[in-house]
């Protein structure tokens, strides 16, 4: 029920970060040996990776970590990132910080400040309270029995 947190050179992978699933800890044949998050050593403050350097990736990936999906998962198409206050949205967001983006005939404007968004870091900021319940209803079937 701890989250590992590894900090390392991801260059070669092409990708700032990644997490395990709550729901797979049981099913890996390593179990809680390889349950964590990773993050490349520049996406932490004072990083060289320009416009994601503020740690921004470390609290995406524990978000997964923590059973929250994007929030352009699934797109317009139900059930969206499974936390029925979230917005649909049906692309990932961009580095511009925009105000304003609908993407999607469902009410709601894209969550363009979401932390499981792909926001750069200085953009992202809340979480909606629905998924703060999911990550509490997760943590209690998944993580605290682990």
Known sequence: NALNLYVTDLS???VLGFS??????TK???G???????????????GDY?????GGTAA???GHWLGLFHTFENGCVPPGDHVQDTPYCTVPDDVHCPEHRDSCPQPGE???DNWMGYAVDSCVKTLTVGQQKRI?????RYRAVA
């Open 50 to 54: 320009a416009m994601y350097n503020l």
């Open 60 to 62: 995406h990936e524990t």
């Open 12 to 14: 070669a992978c092409g």
């Open 110 to 112: 894209d969550p363009l």
């Open 136 to 140: 509490e209803q997760v943590w209690k």
């Open 28 to 30: 890996k044949e390593n």
């Open 20 to 25: 395990t699933w709550p729901w797979d800890i």
């Open 32 to 46: 809680l040996a390889m349950d964590g998050v990773v993050v490349h050593y520049d996406t932490l403050p004072g």
